[in-house]
């Protein structure tokens, strides 16, 4: 079974720019999480999906960051203009269902962004 | 808010070493309660977990055992392994909340041979 696909990597941009992230769940996941690791902390749930709709966005800087997920499949985050603590790993993770009964989440490798 | 506090890291231990890990936690109500694990170059993946007090969450060699009057989940395998160094993640799910995941800030553990 493949896991849960995320892309780019890394990416490095200087502030003010803006960049994107992509994320592919598990097939058959209907719940889908974006979390922020910054470096030295725990990962900080910022946008969380069930199908296409938004269920909990309480922590995301709506100023500068936005996410959707608009067949309820892959979704896309999305960072402008990007200021210099934005620096982290972007998480994906998905979900059969949401995580209230198991915890269990199952996550991508991360995206790295850089910003100078 | 809730709350999880882990031990400072980095933790360096000899392969066979004893291994603890403590983590405690702030919530309202009953939550429950995770270890994560990210071994390096992956993605963070679920170690164990427990849903009530006094359940003992178990998975290859690691166990923590949920204490209600103290508010701690401590992680600890008896005798460790070089395969066994990676990042350590306690987590809870407050029950009656948004259902989201609230993490501590992880700790690393590195395993000498």
């Known amino acids: 079974e493949a896991g849960v696909a995320q892309s780019p990597r890394y990416k490095i941009i200087e502030k003010r720019q803006s960049v994107a992230f992509w994320c592919n769940p598990i097939?058959?996941?209907?719940?889908l999480y974006w979390y922020q690791q910054i470096l030295g902390q725990g990962p900080k749930l910022l946008i969380q999906f069930q199908n296409n709709g938004v269920v909990d966005d309480s922590q995301l800087p709506k100023d500068r960051f936005s996410a959707e997920r608009l067949k309820g499949v892959d979704s896309t985050l999305k960072i402008q203009p990007a200021k210099l603590e934005d620096s982290a790993v972007y998480l994906c993770?998905?979900?059969?269902?949401?995580?209230?009964?198991?915890?269990?989440?199952?996550f991508g490798e991360g995206s790295r962004l850089t910003v100078l | 808010g809730d709350s999880v506090t882990q031990m400072e890291g980095p933790v360096t231990l000899s392969e066979e070493a004893f291994l603890t890990i403590n983590c405690t936690y702030t919530a309202t109500g009953y939550p429950s309660l995770f270890w994560y694990v990210q071994y390096p170059g992956e993605g963070l993946q679920l170690l164990l977990k427990?849903?009530?007090?006094?359940d003992k969450g178990s998975n290859k060699g690691f166990e923590a055992t949920y204490r209600k009057e103290t508010t701690s989940f401590h992680l600890e395998k008896g005798s460790v392994q070089v395969s066994d160094s990676a990042v350590y993640f306690c987590?809870?799910?407050?029950?009656?909340?948004?259902?989201?995941?609230?993490f501590g800030k992880g700790t690393k553990l590195t395993v000498n041979p």
């Open positions: 987590a809870l799910n407050a029950r009656g909340g948004s259902e989201k995941l609230v």
């Open positions: 097939s058959g996941h209907a719940t």
């Open positions: 993770a998905s979900s059969q269902r949401r995580q209230g009964a198991t915890g269990e989440l199952f």
């Open positions: 427990a849903t009530k007090a006094d």
